[in-house]
Every structure is written in structure tokens, then in C-alpha cells.
Nanobody, 119 residues
């Protein structure tokens, strides 16, 4: 059983920073692409940032220059450093990973962590 567990969300003032973490655990061979998504009530989940196994990163236009995605393959963990946060960044943030298991490559989601940007 593969699990993704997120941490690091919370309440922060506009202009502040937060760092999200997502660790994969369980039985698997390797982790391919990893990414962060976010969702607000009434809207579709949207991609925020992604990173390949060889650390090529991509970002949504709305977060370029403010957010940085990284990964530690030894810890099976992906991070999202969020700086200069804005109220419109408020959402539930989910991590996603494409993981190679005995039954093939499968996508997994974390449980989500709330990020609230408010004064």
C-alpha cells in the first residue's frame, strides 16, 4: 500500500512564506514525476508545480517566481516552498506522484493540506 502524507499547511499573512512537504511510503520501486495541485471550493483542482525524476520543474503562471518545487529522492519527498503568498493562494494543496509498483505505474494523491493566506 502506497501512501502520500502532506504537512506544512497553515495560516499565514499576505507576503509570508510556507513550506509544504509530501512523503511517500509503502512498497514501490521508484517515484517518477511528482507535483502539487490546489483546489478551492466550487472550482476544479489545478496544477501548481511539477517536477520530473531528473528534477526538471514546471510552474503555473500564477506562481512563477514565488513558488519553488524540489524533491529529495533519498527521502521519497517532494517540497513546495511558497514565498510572497497572496490571498488568492488560499486553497487545499494536494501532492501527486506517479509511482512504479508491482502492478505498474499508478498515480497517487495525498490527503490535502489547507493553506490560508489572510491578515
Amino acid at each position: 500500500q502506497v501512501q502520500l502524507v502532506e504537512s506544512g499547511g497553515g495560516l499565514v499573512q499576505p507576503g509570508g512564506s510556507l513550506r509544504l512537504s509530501c512523503a511517500a511510503s509503502g512498497s514501490f520501486f521508484s517515484i517518477n514525476a511528482m507535483g502539487w495541485y490546489r483546489q478551492v471550493p466550487g472550482k476544479q483542482r489545478e496544477s501548481v508545480a511539477g517536477i520530473t525524476s531528473d528534477t526538471n520543474a514546471n510552474y503555473a503562471d500564477s506562481v512563477k517566481g514565488r513558488f519553488t518545487i524540489s524533491r529529495d529522492n533519498g527521502k521519497n519527498t517532494v517540497y513546495l516552498q511558497m514565498n510572497s503568498l497572496k490571498p488568492e493562494d488560499t486553497a487545499v494543496y494536494y501532492c501527486n506522484a506517479l509511482i512504479a509498483t508491482v502492478i505498474g505505474n499508478r498515480g497517487y494523491w495525498g490527503q490535502g493540506t489547507q493553506v490560508t493566506v489572510s491578515s
